[in-house]
């Protein structure tokens, strides 16, 4: 909701876009009974991309993003990860959430596993990861996320940014190719909302393919380099950030950014 | 501070005040009872009236329940002893507490229930102080089921073998027909494969065996010489054993995406839950032989252990679907969003906590199936309540009440009370972060 959370200089000489296809979502319809939530989407995303993706609530963007990994199964349409379709082929559901990591507005640390154990529990159990190189990659990813002290704690523990900083740092355990994020600082205290943001942001100068649900506009402004406006369980506008904001087309656009801007 | 005006708002503060110790009326014990049991004189009031009520209590109970009979030898000597005062008659309980603990057991064979028991303790102490045991006496665990049946009931030691050889059996079933069947099905067949051996194969193999190879058999001791509380312990100990692993899989079951599976487990929990355990008990005593096929002579504790179990499991099942429900849905997102798949994730994540928040529920069950075993006795099985009732029958106990049932019912408060400090215990070593 502020330009102001974001001051941190982005360095983007790694943030390259490929010309590789990362996702590919063509024609894709959800129903939730009979209301029609996501309707004809079409999206292609590359490899190294950043989109933020934005609207008012109940326009379907937690639900979109939710569908890449199938956490929603949608009706009809097609959705390509990586070169594997999402079919209700378990095992291709398993290989596409292997590779694509979340993480999620409540964070959804496991509770009664401490910070460490959250970390290694995929890589081990998942990807076979011996335990000690598990640990080692997940003290890696904390200390990245800067709270490698805090790797014995439980999370009732830590704060909201931390709790969140350590969500991003168990999907990254995962060596991820995609990362989603689904409205990752709205639970979060003002205070705590630019750390979880300056991750990100490292996050994308590293490269990562990435798919933001977010109301952070100073994010989308500074990493961003597509903004995906929806209503209504569809797709209105798409734009590179500067354009979006400075230039919107849709009358929907230009009144959703005067109300969460103007003020 | 003194010169600050009401009008200035701007204050600040110079020195920052040291913590001071507190007033000695809220420390100590005269400031707890200060604070808990005087604070005003409404409660002071109620303070000196239930004071008084336990004492007019105790000063009625204690003298009857200190009375010197433990040497009686009947009711008539006590009421001689007693001199006409009002007291206990413990000789009672001095003369038939063996029985009480071990029923019509033959007293030369008392040694084994009493290893059993001993064996029981040190197969529980892995799995429920699992910071305390060498993770390696799991093994000893998972071998106790089989071993108690043999020291209880004497026999060779190859049925027992026989009935875990069913297991192995289920196992090996269950491993090829993964290569050429998904788990579902694989399980259903192994299961059948493993209850059919059970049925049929298990008695006369093991005998067969035992009759080539006798290997280190026991005396039988029949079930009719069963009762008092090595009945009650086995009954309850079999039925908390297993109902829980059942009702986690009937909860699982229940909340399940495919149908038929769902189904299933609804008929099954809400027709158990639907049923008393008493018409579940005269099914097992009466009618479960109809079904059998005929030839095949169950036991009639095995039969009632098997009622109870089901019994429990269904309580069990909707005590763990509530655990499973009060899980916020993040956790199963997030599971899912790993790469976990279903049982992975019900293992590593959903059951832990589920199983947690239901721990109060399962051991209000567990304590709920463990006294119900006294149920038995209605379909003649001499537990605990039916042996105070045989007692009675002799001549020289008839009319003693109070000093059976004192007695049964402190026996059985320390292992309910046990069970429920343990679950204390487990909650707060459990317990996680700050919520």
């Known amino acids: 909701m502020t330009n102001t959370a974001v001051e941190t200089p982005v360095n983007t000489s790694a943030m390259k876009v490929s010309d590789e296809v990362a996702i590919e979502i063509s024609n894709m319809n959800k129903w939730y009974g009979s209301f029609h939530v996501l309707r004809d989407i079409n999206l292609t995303v590359n490899k190294g991309e950043r989109i933020v993706i934005a609207g008012p609530s109940g326009s379907g963007k937690s639900t979109m993003i939710r569908c890449i990994n199938r956490l929603e199964e949608h009706q009809s349409g097609k959705i390509i990860v990586d070169g594997t379709e999402l079919t209700s082929d378990l095992k291709n559901i398993d290989k596409v959430r292997s590779e694509v990591g979340m993480c999620f507005q409540h964070f959804n640390l496991f509770p009664h596993l401490t910070i460490l154990e959250n970390c290694t529990l995929a890589p081990i159990w998942v990807r076979k990861t011996p335990k000690k190189e598990a640990i080692e990659t997940a003290m890696y990813f904390l200390e990245k996320v800067k709270i490698p002290d805090q790797a014995n704690k439980y999370p009732g523990q830590l704060s909201g940014g931390q709790q969140q900083r350590v969500a991003i740092a168990r999907s990254l355990c995962m060596k991820p190719r995609i990362m989603l994020f689904d409205e990752p600082t709205s639970a979060l205290d003002p205070e705590m909302i630019k750390e979880v943001l300056d991750t990100m942001i490292q996050l994308a100068e590293e490269g990562m393919t990435m798919l933001c649900v977010t109301h952070e506009m100073g994010f989308a402004r500074q990493v961003a380099n597509r903004v995906i406006f929806m209503d209504q369980g569809q797709i209105v506008e798409q734009n590179e950030p500067e354009e979006f904001f400075n230039n919107p087309r849709s009358e929907r656009t230009k009144l959703f950014l005067s109300q969460i801007l103007g003020h | 501070m003194s010169d600050t005006h009401a009008e200035t708002v701007l204050f600040v503060r110079e020195t920052m005040l040291e913590q001071q ?298 005590v763990i679907r509530g655990g499973l429900a009060a899980l916020p849905s993040g956790q199963y997102e997030a599971a899912d969003a790993l790469g976990l798949d279903y049982w992975k994730a019900q293992r590593l994540i959903i059951m832990p906590q589920a199983l947690k928040i239901s721990i109060p529920g399962i051991v209000s069950t567990f304590i709920g199936v463990f006294k119900d075993t006294t149920l038995v006795s209605i379909i003649g099985l001499i537990d605990p309540l039916g042996l105070a009732n045989a007692i009675r029958a002799d001549t020289a106990w008839n009319g003693v009440y109070w000093e059976l049932f004192i007695f049964i019912g402190a026996v059985f408060f320390i292992f309910c009370f046990s069970m429920s400090r343990y679950s204390m215990y487990l909650e707060r070593k459990l317990q996680t972060g700050h919520h």
């Open chain 2, 21 to 318: 110790e507190p007033p000695s009326s809220i420390v100590g014990p005269v400031g707890w009872a200060r604070s808990n049991l005087f604070n005003g004189w409404k409660n002071s009031l109620l303070t000196v009236l239930s004071l008084a009520f336990v004492f007019y209590l105790l000063s009625g109970l204690l003298p009857w329940f200190f009375s010197p009979t433990w040497y009686s030898t009947s009711l008539t000597e006590c009421r001689e002893i007693l001199a006409g005062h009002e007291g206990a008659c413990w000789g009672v309980i001095r003369e038939r507490w063996l029985q009480l603990l071990f029923g019509f057991y033959p007293s030369e064979l008392y040694w084994r229930p009493i290893l059993t028991l001993i064996l029981l303790l040190l197969a529980l102490g892995p799995v429920l102080y699992t910071d305390y045991f060498p993770p390696k006496l799991l093994y000893f665990s998972a071998a106790f089921p089989f071993l108690m049946p043999w020291l209880l009931w004497g026999g060779s030691i190859w049925m027992p073998l026989m009935v875990a050889a069913g297991f192995g059996i289920g196992y090996a079933v269950f491993a090829a027909m993964m290569k050429v069947a998904n788990a579902g099905i694989s399980l259903f067949v192994a299961a059948v494969v493993a209850v059919l051996w059970w049925i049929f194969l298990a008695a006369p193999v093991a005998n067969g065996i035992a009759s080539l190879v006798p290997l280190l058999p026991l005396e039988p001791v029949p079930s009719r010489n069963f009762g008092g509380f090595m009945l009650s312990v086995t009954i309850g100990v079999t039925a908390i054993g297993c109902s829980l692993p059942i009702g986690i899989v009937l909860a699982l079951g229940r909340r399940s995406d495919l149908p038929l599976v769902k189904v299933l487990c609804v008929c099954f929990i809400e027709f158990i839950r639907g049923v008393p355990l008493i018409t579940l008990l005269f099914v097992a005593s009466v009618l479960l032989n109809i079904f059998l096929p005929p030839g095949t002579n169950f036991d009639i504790i095995l039969r009632v252990m098997i009622m109870v179990t089901l019994f429990a499991s269904a309580y069990m099942a909707e």
